[in-house]
């Protein structure tokens, strides 16, 4: 039973003892059988009600206090017996000790009782058949007291078991989810991760054969590198969906917050990276995050592959509607145009550098407005009037996150 509980169940005797105290007076003020004995009689009725109260903190004290003062008033004051408050006390008082206490301490509180009553009755010149009434009434409440016991036992064992069935069951949901996963990321590591391997070995085996081929080896060796890209992306993956039994964490899911490595892999790759963005990002839906972050990293891969070494700043910014990406770089380095595809005499060139206008308007663009729309973002991507190439990306932020 919880301390909140414990005191409002204690609110019982303490306001029941004080009631017994002034039924006992009112009793004798009334009544004028009790005549001389009528101080003595209300003053042993104040003292069972103080019995009571003890009783809200111990009960078999309190039920030996309440009991003790019937014979003392038959014995000590001459009182004609005990009165009807008195009697309704030392019932009470029975009852709760029996709800309170375990079965064997509160038997002894009855048996004090009963023992207080039966010498009140032979000393008030009671018949042996007055002695038949001590567990008449006494017995009742003491009964009251221990199915009430009971109850309340029965009650914790089954919030207990509940609780027990509920915890079993998050348990067995969570396993089913771990099942799932580990279904999943065996199949996207036997089939997508497997084939995006091969092919990206072909690749390899197909760049060195065009070694005298410079335009046609960019394209194939960006092709490979993508592929490696995708298959390390993918064990990733692998390692959030798999449970592992080893106690090794599972690879953190690209976001934001780990844009501090990023920025790193880019400076790694020559490229002068300069961020602006606060030191600690605020948390955004899953969904989002990993779409900005695929933003990013789509842009600051195009600076790499199109513009080349060149000074890029990425500012970030965060308000309470949407969050901000810019990617700016200064201009690149010429790029020999590849092979066109000639379509009605009109030469379209499918993947040049991207330092320039018409290479940054290719595929990397078009990836990234598809992933912008899937979270209602826009995306401008437009050359500077210095030379240099400005991608700019804004993510609306749901209000209810």
Known sequence: MTMTRLRDVRLIPLVFGPLIGFLAILETRLDDSFGASATATWISGVALGLGVVVAAWHPLAGTAIAAAFLPVAVVAFDAPGVGGAAMIGLIGVVAWTGWREPPR???????????????????????????????????????????????????????????ALDAERETNAQAAVAQERTRIAREVHDAVAHSVSVITLQLGGLRRMLADRPVELEVVAGLEQLGRQTVEEMRGLVGILRERVDGERPTPAPSLARVGELISDVRAAGLDVTLNAPAEPPRLPPVLDLTAYRVLQEALTNVLRHAGQVATVVTI??????????????????????????RGGEVRHEGGPAGTAPRRGGHGLVGMRERLAMVRGTLHAAPEPDGGFAVRARFPIPRVW
């Open 317 to 342: 910014d965060y308000t309470a509607q949407a969050l901000t990406l810019e990617v700016r770089n200064d201009p690149g380095r010429p790029v020999p145009e590849p092979a066109g595809v000639r």
């Open 105 to 163: 301490r509160s038997a002894v509180a009855l048996c004090v009782a009963g023992v207080s009553f039966a010498c009140m009755s032979i000393a008030a010149g009671g018949t042996v058949w007055e002695l038949f009434f001590v567990p008449a009434v006494l017995l009742p409440g003491w009964f009251m007291g221990l199915l009430a016991r009971r109850s309340g036992e029965r009650a914790v064992k089954l919030a207990e078991l509940a609780a």
